[in-house]
């Protein structure tokens, strides 16, 4: 469905780095397992900010779909943290979300 043939040899060198992330040996493991693809996640986040959410609390859905309501597709962008070191917007990068997938 994504056309990403590559896809589980990724998947398998990002579960080695995350099992072996002291190791220095080269590993070449493919993913075997399923893989679920889904066209939207629902994120929930303090926002501090905001005065609206119980708590502050906000919810967003994020999409990421081929098709939106039969018609062109929908790619949301999102913010991801990427330097806890930094404060503010200056520790995220802007991303376009194209799939969320799990796997098992």
């Known amino acids: ?15 080695v780095k ?38 502050k609390m906000r919810q967003e859905q994020i999409r990421a779909t081929p098709s939106w309501h039969r018609g062109p597709a929908r790619y949301d962008c999102v913010f991801i943290n990427t330097d806890n070191n930094c404060k503010g917007m200056l520790s995220m990068e802007v991303a376009r979300v194209f799939c969320f997938f799990s796997f098992i």
């Open 1 to 15: 469905e994504l056309g990403l043939p590559a896809l589980p040899d990724l998947i398998g060198c990002f579960l």
């Open 18 to 55: 995350q099992l072996h992330s002291n190791s220095t040996a080269q590993w070449n493991v493919t993913f075997t397992g399923h893989i679920k693809i889904f066209h939207s996640a629902t994120a929930i986040f303090v926002a501090p900010s905001d005065p609206s959410g119980i708590g």
